[in-house]
């Protein structure tokens, strides 16, 4: 539906911070997560949505689940478990999918972690990202530009463990410095640990994917440490 269109894929990076967003009302952009804490900043709204994060989202889901009356022309994707858990409901412009489970320990890579066919299942990801990038790949997006991609992460000391254990993190205070907005993992708000070399692998397994099907990938962040991609200046896209 989207053949040859070019996309860009928003990650929640505070590096948005020092771009002009404004520069996006026209473009098909994809948004994920906490997206909508910049909503009170820009005039435009993303035309899809991605959220995957079994511990995010149910978390969220008050404000996830109202998102698509909101907007009823953004197109809604999320694992199908969401549904059938009763986290989040169905509207009219929200699409379910399989999720499979990665297989990083399949001999051919990149085959057991970034789909060619969504309508056989999305891959797991650890990075809500690479799960924009198979939808955006397969709907036939090309080219595709990261911004807000800074895959950098410091846990701020007042950040504490829920039950002792590192991997579920809970916020104490609004001090997120990792997102665009210090509220994104504040206060109260629950989160994985994350887990940069696993983005890393995975953005280099999109890659591989991405070069064999001749869809150009570019990364337009404001400095951050993905290098995977090319870079490109993102004042330079308008």
């Known amino acids: 539906m989207y053949k040859n269109q070019r996309g860009i894929i928003m990650g929640n990076g505070p590096s948005l911070n020092k771009m002009d967003l404004d520069l996006l ?18 005039n435009w709204r993303p035309q899809f949505y991605v959220a995957v994060d079994k511990r995010v989202v149910p978390d969220n889901r008050e404000q996830i689940d109202s998102l698509p009356g909101q907007m009823p022309e953004t197109k ?33 890579l990149p085959e057991g972690t970034f789909t060619r066919d969504v309508s056989r299942g999305v891959f797991a990801v650890f990075t809500v990202t690479v799960a924009a990038l198979q939808l955006a790949v397969f709907l036939g997006f090309n080219p595709i530009y990261l911004i807000g991609c ?19 993190l809970v916020g104490t205070t609004d001090d997120d410095p990792n997102h665009f907005d210090s509220r994104y993992f504040g206060q109260g708000r629950l989160f994985h640990e994350p887990h940069v070399a696993r983005m890393l692998f995975h953005y280099h397994e ?29 004042r330079d896209l308008f």
């Open 76 to 108: 809604f994707f999320y694992p199908v478990e969401f549904r059938s858990r009763g986290i989040l409901q169905s509207h009219p412009n929200t699409y379910w999918y399989d999720e499979k489970p990665m297989r990083v320990d399949m001999a051919e």
């Open 206 to 234: 999109a890659r591989l994917v991405c070069d064999s099907l001749g869809v150009k990938i570019y990364n337009a962040t404001v400095g951050g440490n993905l290098e995977e991609f090319p870079r490109v200046d993102y």
């Open 25 to 42: 009302g026209n473009d098909s952009v994809w948004g994920s997560n906490r997206c909508y804490l910049l909503f009170d900043r820009i």
């Open 150 to 168: 800074d895959t950098s992460y410091v846990i701020p000391a007042t950040v504490q463990a829920e039950g002792g254990n590192r991997e579920k």
